[in-house]
């Protein structure tokens, strides 16, 4: 059986068995520590650019759901392709039994052109990247090779945004914007449920000639301080005193429109099991996350406060203003893959749209 295998930047090889579509590709290697939630995990654009290793070793298993729309959105899944640049796995299963499944997880990924590699010592990796932060990396095989690059060097959300405006639900109680900034269906599916017209804009958009009640700052991937134009249309909302709702990339383009810092986290947090407590009254949610970058709470001006902060490693979880209608999670609250324990957030910012 042919091999393939995970270099590292810093020289380190995972040796595994190739599937999936056969190409060498670069990115910067992740992990993520959920048990379930594959399709969702891989369609969502926050992973654009990256290797993804998942430590659960059972991966594959309920297969892939059949394509469905509703509201002109794939359900099951959070964008209409897959984001990651491959995937490595410990545990590769082959043979999927789900009543809704339709294909596996491995011709999957050949129809959309994506390399993986399983049967790797994810343990290790994972220690790995703990210890020594999330790098570049790349899959390689014995006559395919290519250079190692660092995505976080480039414009990740330009390749993630859509390029025009696009108008869901005509006639909703009220009517909100949502920058792309690479957004994930479910986002816009919880909006839409409470009845809200979503406008879905390109991360550049000037949208403040649109007649709209607030602003959704949504997920992405890459540095927010590379989102320059988002940041100053944020500012200018801001002025006019718009509600104003970030979630995870949003809510640090959301800081640094109030003059707070962001930082690059060592290994960053991807899984849906991530405890936030919130500040004040220390009640603790368990939360689904994927984002690499933080807003710095020492750095948060005089009229913002700290709304959560992560109790693995203390970092800043959200964000708010003390008397207007701004504030921003880093966690997803839209919670796909689940748990959904946050979705009040969207009810807050729904309040706060009436």
């Known amino acids: 059986m042919e091999k393939a295998k995970l270099v590292l ?11 999936g579509t056969r ?3 670069s990115g910067e290697v992740v992990f993520n520590t959920g048990m379930t939630g594959y399709p969702e995990s891989l369609t969502d654009p926050s992973y654009k650019g990256q290797i993804l290793a998942m430590t659960y070793p059972l991966i594959g298993n309920y297969g892939i759901f059949q394509e469905q729309r509703e509201d002109n ?8 392709s897959i984001q990651v640049n491959a995937l490595v796995l410990s545990d590769l299963s082959r043979n999927f039994s789900h009543c809704q499944s339709v294909i596996s997880l491995e011709e999957w990924m050949k129809q959309h052109g994506i390399p993986g590699l399983y049967n790797v010592d994810t343990r290790s990796l994972t220690k790995k990247l703990r210890e020594n932060g999330t790098m570049p990396g790349k899959i390689v095989f014995e006559d395919l090779d290519t250079e190692i690059e660092d995505p976080n060097k480039t414009d990740l959300v330009s390749s993630v945004s859509i390029r025009k405006p696009v108008l869901f639900r005509k006639n909703g109680s009220k009517k909100i914007v ?3 900034c690479g957004v994930k269906n479910s986002i816009i599916r919880a909006f839409l449920k409470r009845d809200i017209s979503v406008l879905l804009c390109p991360h550049d958009h000037d949208f403040l000639n649109e007649q709209i009640d607030g602003v959704v700052i949504s997920n992405g991937p890459g540095d927010p301080e590379m989102c320059k134009r988002t940041i100053e249309n944020v500012k200018k909302a801001m002025e006019k005193c718009l509600p104003i709702l970030g979630i995870c990339l949003g809510s640090q383009i959301l800081g640094l429109a109030s003059g707070a810092e962001t930082y690059k986290l060592k290994y960053g947090h991807r899984s849906h099991n991530q405890p936030c407590a919130e500040s004040g009254t ?10 690499g970058y933080a807003v710095d709470s020492n750095t948060l001006k005089e009229d913002w406060r700290e709304w959560f902060y992560n109790m693995n490693d203390g970092s800043n979880e959200g964000i708010i203003h003390i008397s207007k209608p ?3 999670t880093q966690f997803h609250p839209e919670a ?3 748990p959904d324990d946050t979705e009040f957030v969207f009810d807050m910012f729904t309040r706060a749209l009436k």
């Open 73 to 80: 959105l794939l359900v099951n899944f959070e964008s209409d």
């Open 23 to 25: 190409k060498a590709v």
């Open 9 to 19: 930047e810093d020289g380190s090889e995972f040796t595994g068995i190739p599937f």
């Open 282 to 291: 220390k009640r603790c949610y368990i939360t689904s996350q994927n984002h």
């Open 326 to 328: 701004f504030f921003g």
């Open 336 to 338: 796909s893959p689940g």
């Open 178 to 180: 949502i920058i792309d």
